[in-house]
């Protein structure tokens, strides 16, 4: 059967664009081979079983053209479906999970026995070699109370011991952390994930600090998609804090990648999770898709 001119031309097209995405990624591919990129992964990219799959595809990726992943995980939505099946009632305050001790036993079972196995299992099946922690694991965090009267066991990152990371990174492995760790004393506290991640982040002098959220990046305004800032310092980020442009839960995303940049990462990304293939297209295309956090508006 002999193709059409029409039919043989759009396969042309296709494959010409396909060289075309490979060749704009030479140069990312080539400035970002070696260097560590820590991703917080949560969301509706780990809620919906397409998306999870892109995640996995993207971070296998990164990792076979030379850059060094590590996923850091949350798992809300799956923490509140094992409470109901223990007909314990989830309970918010202030934005934080009330953490009680039933409460976090659960939070620690599903987290590190269930959500990051899963995740574990999924990119060691695309092609990855994935290893999964939580903060115990070689000391990797300590925790310390949040502080907050009434949240219970909702911890800080009071330390990060980064040579369990370290040492697998070398040896070519994905780590894939958990946010549950561990006081002085052993008792377990949950900590955000996106503080985890960006405390991972500074003590491995990472070049990115990415994290998948569901939310387009930050908007000068929230109810216009088109106003999504692609590029911005650590000066301009606050000064959107101040003026309440950036706020509710965004403010501690905004602070988290703040924090990391004056520590030393060299970008920090706030991504829409829930859009397909999202970490490639942020990190090996010219145009990215969602805002970019520098230390200071001189730093590509």
């Known amino acids: ?46 809620k919906d079983s397409s998306l999870k799959a892109d995640v996995i595809r993207d971070i296998v990726f990164m990792a076979c053209v030379g850059l060094r992943p590590v996923v850091v995980h949350g798992g809300g939505p799956e923490i509140n479906t094992w409470l109901g099946k223990l007909n314990i009632e989830p309970q918010f305050k202030d934005g934080l999970r009330v953490t009680d001790a039933p409460t976090m036993d659960v939070v620690e079972m599903v987290l590190v026995g269930r ?35 009434g949240v219970g066991f909702v911890g800080e990152v009071s330390g990060v011991d980064s040579r369990v990371i370290k040492t697998l990174v070398e040896a070519g492995y994905i780590p894939i952390v958990s946010s549950v760790a561990r006081d002085d004393n052993g008792q377990a506290y949950n900590i ?18 990415i994290l998948l959220t569901d939310t387009k990046g930050i908007l000068e305004d ?23 442009i950036v706020a509710g839960g965004m403010i501690p995303k905004v602070n988290c990648c703040v924090r990391s940049l004056a520590q030393g990462v060299g970008a920090a990304h706030i991504l829409d999770g829930r859009i397909p293939h999202a970490l490639l297209l942020e990190i090996f295309t010219d145009l990215g898709i969602g805002s970019m956090i520098v230390a200071s508006e001189f730093r590509g």
């Open 1 to 46: 059967m002999v193709q059409s001119s029409s039919a043989a031309d759009s396969i042309h097209a296709a494959e010409a664009t396909r060289v075309q995405i490979l060749s704009e990624a030479l140069p990312y591919i080539q400035q970002f081979r070696g260097r560590t990129v820590v991703v917080k992964y949560g969301g509706a990219a780990m």
């Open 115 to 149: 959500v990051n196995k899963e995740l574990v299992g999924l990119i060691n099946q695309a092609g990855g070699k994935a290893v999964g922690l939580c903060g115990v694991d070689g000391n990797l965090i300590t925790a310390r109370p949040q502080g907050a009267e």
């Open 192 to 209: 955000n994930a996106d503080t985890v991640a960006g405390e991972i982040a500074a003590a491995l002098g990472a070049e990115k600090l």
């Open 222 to 244: 929230y109810t216009d998609p088109s106003t999504l800032l692609p590029k911005l310092d650590i000066q301009k980020a606050r000064e959107l804090i101040e003026v309440g």
